[in-house]
């Protein structure tokens, strides 16, 4: 089974409707990342969550860290067209051991006009 | 702007050939990563690199080789490409840091096909 699940692997939204795309851990999470990936591009990175019940945003998306429940999950308000493609969550599950991450499968996002 | 560049958009080779991927980085970074991305296996870490000169095997590294001579600079090599090394190849970095945070930078990726 994966280290870290992203749910739903797939999801399909009409403009404007609001989405949460989740991110759990199996092991303590010391830093959670989340990425935004066009098809065939590399990822773009979004924002970084570190303490317990943080929540940071930009433009119209949200993200907050449940330390207990080991999760993340990723809002967007008012979908747009723009907003379509891969959303990837990475995590810091080694503390101090130089920066590796691992990731999860990614959520891929459609919004119909 | 941070930035991470690779060499290749788009590569063709031929099964045997060695192949060369570049990767620089523009913002002092001094962890260096490569991975590669495939359809329902997601992204994985063949080799990263805290420093110049050093480098450590990630998941995958058979079939693949590294090489950091200057801290802004991480190339990967298939020193023998073969047909199951076709896929996108992206190149990340990041701050070397105590404790956590360690956002990572993402080149355009090289979508590497090998015929």
């Known amino acids: 089974s994966q280290e870290l699940e992203q749910s739903p692997q797939s999801l399909i939204v009409q403009e404007g409707k609001n989405l949460t795309i989740n991110c759990t851990s199996s092991?303590?999470?010391?830093?959670l990342y989340w990425y935004k990936q066009k098809y065939g591009e590399g990822l773009i990175f979004l924002m970084m969550?570190?303490?317990?019940?943080e929540e940071k945003s930009h433009e119209k998306i949200t993200a907050k860290l449940d330390e207990k429940k080991q999760q993340s999950s990723l809002h967007i308000t008012a979908s747009q067209p723009s907003h379509a493609g891969i959303y990837l969550c990475?995590?810091?599950?080694?503390?101090?051991?130089?920066?590796?991450?691992?990731f999860g499968q990614g959520t891929e996002l459609s919004v119909k006009p | 702007d941070v930035k991470v560049t690779q060499s290749s958009r788009y590569l063709v080779k031929r099964t045997g050939e060695k192949v060369f991927l570049e990767c620089v980085q523009d913002?002092?970074?001094?962890?260096m990563f490569w991975y590669r991305q495939d359809p329902g296996l997601g992204l994985r870490l063949i080799y990263f690199?805290?420093?110049?000169?050093?480098?450590e095997k990630g998941d995958i590294p058979e079939g693949y080789s590294v090489s950091r001579e200057k801290k802004e600079r991480f190339s990967l090599i298939l020193e023998s490409a073969s047909t199951n090394q076709t896929s996108m190849y992206l190149c990340?970095?990041?701050?070397?840091?105590?404790?956590?945070?360690?956002?990572?930078?993402f080149g355009p990726g090289t979508r590497l096909t090998v015929t």
């Open positions: 990340a970095s990041s701050h070397k840091r105590g404790g956590a945070g360690y956002e990572q930078y």
């Open positions: 913002m002092d970074h001094e962890n």
């Open positions: 690199s805290y420093d110049v000169k050093m480098k």
């Open positions: 092991k303590t999470l010391y830093g």
């Open positions: 990475g995590a810091d599950v080694l503390y101090n051991q130089g920066g590796k991450l691992i």
């Open positions: 969550l570190q303490k317990g019940g």
